[in-house]
Nanobody, 127 residues
Framework: QVQLAESGGGLVQAGGSLRLSCAAS????????MGWFRQAPGKEREFVAA????????YYAETVKGRFTISRDSAKNTVYLQMNSLKPEDTAVYYC????????????????????WGQGTQVTVSS
C-alpha cells in the first residue's frame, strides 16, 4: 500500500512558477510509475505528466510540454512537478498518483490505471 501527500500549491500570477511535491509512504517507491493529474471545476480529471520507475522516461500532456517538468527523488520517496510560465488555464486541483510497474506512454495518460491517489493541492493562477 502507498500513501501519497501533495504539497506546494498556492496562488501565483500568470507567468510565475510553483513546485509541487508528492511524498510517498512505504519502502517500494521505486516500484511505481508516478503521475500528475489535474481537475478544474466542472471538468474531467486530465493527465499532466508521468515518470517511469527509474526516472529515466517522462511523459507530458501537450498543454504543459516545455513549461512543466516532472522528476523524482528515490532517496526522499518524492515526486516533483516544477511548473513554469503558468497560465490562468493551469488553475486546478493537482493530484499525484501511483501505479505499480512500468507503463507505456498511452497507459500513463489514463487515470484508471493508477491504484493510489493523493488528496490534491490547489493551484490558482491569476491573470
Amino acid at each position: 500500500q502507498v500513501q501519497l501527500a501533495e504539497s506546494g500549491g498556492g496562488l501565483v500570477q500568470a507567468g510565475g512558477s510553483l513546485r509541487l511535491s508528492c511524498a510517498a509512504s512505504g519502502r517500494t517507491f521505486s516500484s511505481y510509475t508516478m503521475g500528475w493529474f489535474r481537475q478544474a471545476p466542472g471538468k474531467e480529471r486530465e493527465f499532466v505528466a508521468a515518470i517511469s520507475r527509474s526516472g529515466g522516461t517522462t511523459y507530458y500532456a501537450e498543454t504543459v510540454k516545455g513549461r512543466f517538468t516532472i522528476s523524482r527523488d528515490s532517496a526522499k520517496n518524492t515526486v516533483y512537478l516544477q511548473m513554469n510560465s503558468l497560465k490562468p488555464e493551469d488553475t486546478a486541483v493537482y493530484y499525484c498518483a501511483a501505479t505499480r510497474g512500468e507503463r507505456s506512454y498511452y497507459d500513463t495518460r489514463d487515470p484508471i490505471i493508477y491504484n493510489y491517489w493523493g488528496q490534491g493541492t490547489q493551484v490558482t493562477v491569476s491573470s
